[in-house]
Nanobody, 123 residues
Framework: QVQLVESGGGLVQAGGSLRLSCAAS????????MGWFRQAPGKEREFVAT????????DYVNSVKGRFTISRVNAQNTVYLQMNSLEPEDTAVYYC????????????????WGQGTQVTVSS
């Protein structure tokens, strides 16, 4: 079992940056691909980014490419989401998730989820 705890959210002005962290419990963190998803009020949860167990493979939704970077440090059981050039449209609750399969954009592919961290971008 893997437990995930997100942190690093907050209020930032448009154009600013935040770095989200997701700390994982358990000894098998390095065997999981990880993902970040977000959910804005009144909208469905959407894929943001994913990273393979080794960090060699990453994938992003088009709207964040060039602005967000996903990374991981397996020795610290942590995955990060560096968010630059934030826009009001990025406002959402951000969730990290773990899958024992390959990196995926599919919500249903992830088994473990954190509780989420709020990101609010003001215009």
């Amino acid at each position: 079992q893997v437990q995930l705890v997100e942190s690093g959210g907050g209020l930032v002005q448009a154009g600013g940056s935040l770095r989200l962290s997701c700390a994982a419990s358990g000894r098998t963190f390095s065997s999981y691909a990880m993902g970040w998803f977000r959910q804005a009020p009144g909208k469905e949860r959407e894929f943001v980014a994913t990273i393979s167990w080794s960090g060699a493979i990453t994938d992003y939704v088009n709207s964040v490419k060039g602005r967000f970077t996903i990374s991981r440090v397996n020795a610290q059981n942590t995955v990060y989401l560096q968010m630059n050039s934030l826009e009001p449209e990025d406002t959402a609750v951000y969730y990290c998730a773990a899958t024992s399969g390959p990196p995926s954009r599919r919500y249903s592919g992830y088994v473990y989820w954190g509780q989420g961290t709020q990101v609010t971008v003001s215009s």
